[in-house]
């Protein structure tokens, strides 16, 4: 797989980031973040259910989740059920480290690959 410069702008084709969380192979969107305009989405919990169409009060897999993720979250994280496709992934540089570090930019990336939700493959 080609390494992607850490670096290099990314090109968005949305106006939205959203933040993943895997845990026991299932995938959790637990936070979005709005790009342009993020005054008009003052409660990103509810950006979050109306972005996806779910509802938290539906999420079955809260016990597979730690109680720091839970509190700072308020219970409201999802699994990413309507999700079927890759995300490359790469792991955050240690302390000391850069995201210049030789060493580090030579590293794979991780290819994950979910359907509805549940991670099928990892490239290890």
């Not at 933040?19 to 008009?40: C, H, M, R």
């Not at 409660?43 to 509802?55: C, H, N, V």
């Not at 570090?101 to 509805?116: A, G, S």
């Amino acid at each position: 797989m080609q390494n992607l410069n850490p670096e290099a702008p990314v090109d968005l084709d949305k106006n939205y980031q959203v933040k993943w969380l895997v845990k026991d192979s299932i995938l959790f969107l637990y936070d979005i973040e709005i790009l342009d305009g993020a005054e008009n989405y003052p409660d990103r919990f509810k950006t979050i259910e109306d972005f996806t169409g779910k509802d938290y009060t539906k999420n079955y897999y809260l016990s597979l989740l730690d109680k720091p993720i839970l509190d700072k979250y308020q219970g409201r994280i999802l699994p990413a059920s309507w999700f079927t496709g890759f995300i490359i992934v790469k792991r955050q540089p240690e302390h000391g480290e850069t995201y210049c570090n030789c060493m580090y930019r030579m590293e794979d990336n991780k290819v994950l690959f979910f359907i509805n939700g549940h991670l099928k493959y990892v490239n290890d």
